[in-house]
Nanobody
Framework: QVQLVESGGGLVQPGGSVTLSCSSS????????MGWYRQAPGQQREFIAR???????NSADSVTGRFTISRDNAKNTVYLQINSLKPEDTAVYYC??????????WGQGTQVTVSS
């Protein structure tokens, strides 16, 4: 069974930076895209960014300029770098991998808390 393991979350001061990572337990056949969502308490999950296996990336308008998504296909890993962190960035961040056939795999979530 494929598992996505997330790491890198924690307590960060406002204005700081954090890099999250998400790695698959095994090679996923026909991998097409990887991405990130986040969910704040009492809120629905919000799309953050996605990147194709070929390297084409996009992000939500609300986070463009502070969030950067990248990937290392050889390591079966997708990353999310967040700069200039704000308290409203506090949320659980979830990664996903998608195959060309529409199958999704999800990470367990990692907590990012932005507070002084």
């Amino acid at each position: 069974q494929v598992q996505l393991v997330e790491s890198g979350g924690g307590l960060v001061q406002p204005g700081g930076s954090v890099t999250l990572s998400c790695s698959s337990s095994e090679i996923i056949p026909s991998l097409a895209a990887m991405g990130w969502y986040r969910q704040a308490p009492g809120q629905q999950r919000e799309f953050i960014a996605r990147i194709t296996s070929g390297g084409d990336a996009n992000s939500a308008d609300s986070v463009t300029g502070r969030f950067t998504i990248s990937r290392d296909n050889a390591k079966n890993t997708v990353y999310l770098q967040i700069n200039s962190l704000k308290p409203e960035d506090t949320a659980v961040y979830y990664c996903y991998f998608r195959t060309r056939w529409g199958v999704y795999y999800w990470g367990q979530g990692t907590q990012v808390t932005v507070s002084s």
